[in-house]
């Protein structure tokens, strides 16, 4: 079993940066591919970002591209997510995850392919 604590969240003016963090607990994560998730108000996850379990390959959606920087810490067993110049429809709950099944090292996009979940950080961009 895995326990993820994401902290970080909070209200910030379109343009500004957050930073989240996943706290892991229970198990290494150093040998899994992590992704950051997101849920707004009335709609499905989305896949926001990933990153491989050395941290040299990562992953974006699209909208976030060159705004969002995930990292990784392995000797803390935490991953972060850098949020730059961020915009009303950033806003949403941030959930982090461990990737399952057979294919762990890399990061991929569907939530179905992904284990753990922590309680999530509300993250909300005001105009």
């Known amino acids: 079993q895995v326990q993820l604590v994401e902290s970080g969240g909070g209200l910030v003016q379109a343009g500004g940066s957050l930073r989240l963090s996943c706290a892991a607990s229970g198990r290494t994560i150093s040998s899994y591919a992590m992704g950051w998730f997101r849920r707004a108000s009335g709609k499905e996850s989305e896949f926001v970002a990933g990153?491989?379990?050395?941290?040299?390959?990562?992953d974006y959606k699209d909208s976030v591209k060159g705004r969002f920087t995930i990292s990784r810490d392995n000797a803390k067993n935490t991953v972060y997510l850098q949020m730059n110049s961020l915009k009303p429809e950033d806003t949403a709950v941030y959930y982090c995850?461990?990737?399952?099944?057979?294919?762990?090292?890399?990061?991929?996009?569907?939530?179905?392919?992904?284990?753990?979940w922590g309680q999530g950080t509300q993250v909300t961009g005001s105009s």
């Open positions: 995850s461990v990737k399952g099944g057979s294919y762990i090292y890399t990061p991929s996009r569907p939530t179905e392919e992904y284990e753990y």
């Open positions: 990153i491989s379990w050395s941290g040299d390959n990562t």
